[in-house]
């Protein structure tokens, strides 16, 4: 049986949404003899993996059992950056005080209103991951249901039989839950329903200070929650550099963020209609419990072992660096198959899969370049190596540093918490990694990946005229700073030379 294609609350947006995602109506095509192509999950990396295929000219089948566009445009990337911008719109207007203007203590937010906006972007954004674009317009076949491998060429689908040449198993993830005692029987949100909420919870717990987590925590804590964030470690964002993270962590006590450290929710029960969080031994009374401690991947139901296909419950689907699963004749991409969470690799994963499983393409993961990025104010963004890796194989690289408070853009904007700093092979400009704590690190990162993926150094970047004054030169001081570097005590004295020579009086 199909899931019951509903997002909450019921409204004119999520109805759209759903008609475009996963149309109640929907009868599944009659199966084509054999496909070049199964893909098992739309989400980024299916619905990419189907597409690209189609427009090559393959026969492609795509099956979802629930809404077409996967997590990251239903319940992850784009409602979470939907309300980050409404909550951030919110948190300016209250702090212009700097800026001379005042008034900022008297406003008030909408939170229904600010839902329903990113409700509504959502639901435009679908129409172009939608069953009927993906159906009509690029020839695919979409099926709608659970499917399972009935044995290693073969896929059952809402009683259908879908055979095929080559299969892409796309399933990704899903919220991993904590084993804390009485959470079930509180009940708890996830990022599968955190997105439904009507009414502003008065008083958050948010368990999990990873990137998931902390997004929410400060969004929610902008929006006027009263946020706890419980994390198990000494610090929050814990796969990031320690002083990256540091920046983060202090906004969020500034913006009155309380964080637990070395923190385990003990149980959790119902008192007095009241949910109750124990850590360490104290209660913690709040109105919702939200939950962000990592993901499962989604290898349940498929019948996996009957395509001969490796997996296991924490790491998902076991693929080589082409993609090619234990069974020759099926792939993977995406969240199903990596540690690298993002839509943005589910992507890349999808192009190489299409390269290597039709076309005997021998493209490998391992070449990619992965950036990725916290939606935090201010942001992390990072790409490349980090600095402990290198020296536990023994190689000597160069950091090369640039406080914020180092670019009048940075300055003139009020935005100076951050850095950026460049990784280097010691001796040489290439670059090896980067990280950039800034409101839009973001956006200021794509500058290194290019370098990186071009195989340009850091002397290309400072040969780059940068337009002034942006918040980009921090990534052109960095150069500048290398440049300077350079200049040996010898090469200093030489110049000086000449220049004391150019100076004599005739
Ligand atoms: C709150 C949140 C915020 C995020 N923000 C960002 C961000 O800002 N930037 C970023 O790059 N990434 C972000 N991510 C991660 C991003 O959403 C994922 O990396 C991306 O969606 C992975 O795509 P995917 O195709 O691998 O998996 P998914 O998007 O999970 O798609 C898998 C699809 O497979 C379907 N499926 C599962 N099992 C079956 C089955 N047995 N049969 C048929 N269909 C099945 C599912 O219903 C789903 O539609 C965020 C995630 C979350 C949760």
Not at 186 to 201: D, K, M, Q
Not at 326 to 353: Q, S, W
Not at 388 to 411: M, N
Not at 456 to 481: F, M, N, S
Request: with cysteine; net charge neutral; charged share 25%.
């Amino acid at each position: 049986m199909t899931d019951l294609p509903r997002i909450l609350p019921e409204n004119d947006h999520n109805r759209t949404l759903v008609n475009n995602v996963h149309p109640p109506a929907w009868i599944n095509p009659e199966p084509a003899p054999i496909y070049n192509l199964v893909v098992i999950g739309a989400g980024t990396a299916g619905l990419i993996t189907a597409a690209g295929a189609a427009g090559l000219g393959a026969r492609v089948a795509l099956v979802e059992r629930h809404l077409m566009g996967g997590d990251c445009l239903n319940v992850g990337c784009v409602p979470s950056k939907g309300i980050i911008r409404a909550a951030h719109a919110f948190h300016e207007a209250r702090h212009t005080r700097a800026f001379g203007v005042s008034g900022g203590d008297r406003l008030a937010i909408d939170f229904g209103a600010a839902m329903q906006r990113m409700q509504a972007i959502r639901a435009g954004i679908s129409a172009h991951d939608s069953a009927r674009r993906y159906s009509e317009e690029l020839g695919v076949d979409v099926f709608f249901g659970r499917c399972r491998f009935s044995d290693p060429g073969t896929i059952e689908v809402e009683g259908k039989t879908l055979r095929f040449k080559r299969a892409a198993i796309c399933t990704g993830a899903r919220a991993a839950v904590p084993p804390i005692p009485g959470l079930e029987e509180v009940g708890y949100l996830t990022n599968e329903t955190v997105f439904s909420l009507t009414e502003l919870p008065k008083r958050l717990a948010v368990i999990g200070a990873g990137p998931i987590g902390c997004e929410l925590a400060q969004t929610f804590a902008r929006l006027g929650s009263k946020v706890t964030l419980l994390e198990t470690q000494e610090r929050i964002l814990r796969r990031e550099e320690e002083d990256a993270a540091l920046v983060v962590q202090k906004a969020f006590q500034r913006e009155g963020i309380e964080i637990c450290f070395h923190c385990r929710g003990q149980k959790a029960f119902f008192r007095d209609g009241e949910k109750v969080l124990v850590h360490h031994d104290e209660e913690l009374v709040v109105d919702e419990i939200l939950v962000g401690v990592g993901r499962a991947p989604n290898v349940e139901g498929l019948d996996l072992a009957k395509a001969g296909v490796d997996y296991d419950d924490k790491n998902g689907v076991k693929v080589d660096e082409r993609l090619q699963t234990t069974n020759p004749d099926i792939y993977a991409a995406g969240d199903i198959c990596t540690p690298y969470k993002f839509t943005h690799t589910a992507d890349a994963m999808a192009r190489i899969l299409i390269a290597n499983a039709l076309f005997m393409g021998r493209q490998k993961t391992s070449d990619l370049v992965i950036p990725w990025c916290t939606y935090t104010d201010p942001e992390i963004a990072h790409v490349g190596i980090y600095p402990e890796q290198v020296e536990e194989t023994g190689h000597k690289i160069t950091t090369l540093t640039v406080p914020l408070d180092a670019v009048d853009r940075a300055r003139l904007d009020g935005e100076v918490d951050g850095y950026a700093r460049v990784y280097l092979q010691q001796g040489s400009d290439r670059i090896l990694g980067a990280t950039i704590v800034a409101r839009h690190a973001g956006e200021m990162i794509g500058e290194l990946c290019l370098a990186m993926t071009s195989r340009l150094g850091l002397k290309a970047i400072g040969r780059t005229i940068h337009p002034y004054p942006t918040q980009a030169e921090a990534v052109k001081k960095l150069a500048d700073a290398y440049n300077r570097s350079r200049l040996t005590p010898l090469v200093a004295k030489a110049l000086g030379g000449w220049l004391r020579w150019q100076r004599r009086i005739p």
